[in-house]
Nanobody, 113 residues
Framework: QVQPVESGGDLVQSGASLKLSCVVSGSFISTLTMAWYRQAPGKQRELVAEINSAGRSLYYDDSVKGRFTISRNNTRNTVYLQMDALKLEDTAVYYC??????WGQGTQVTVSS
């Protein structure tokens, strides 16, 4: 099963920005709706944002609307999550996934005060 590779997580202060990347090997990603999820300590994994194969965003969780932007570059087999105005509650492991893809290792985002 193909697994995405997420990167870009870091330890940042509240109010900072980060851009996460998700790379998937193989060209079929261009046909998939892709999504970013996150899982905070002690909580269930939740859907953060979703984007269709053409690059149109389909969904943002209310908690990230206006702060996060999902995008993709199909020629690079990559999906991005631009995160601005980060808050303490954004601290989580972030994962991307779509279609038949498996779960990757995720990338840790930690927001400090």
């Amino acid at each position: 099963q193909v697994q995405p590779v997420e990167s870009g997580g870091d330890l940042v202060q509240s109010g900072a920005s980060l851009k996460l990347s998700c790379v998937v090997s193989g060209s079929f990603i261009s046909t998939l709706t892709m999504a970013w999820y996150r899982q905070a300590p002690g909580k269930q994994r939740e859907l953060v944002a979703e984007i269709n194969s053409a690059g149109r965003s389909l969904y943002y969780d209310d908690s990230v609307k206006g702060r996060f932007t999902i995008s993709r570059n199909n020629t690079r087999n990559t999906v991005y999550l631009q995160m601005d105005a980060l808050k303490l509650e954004d601290t989580a492991v972030y994962y991307c996934r779509g279609g038949p893809l498996g779960w990757g290792q995720g990338t840790q985002v930690t927001v400090s005060s």
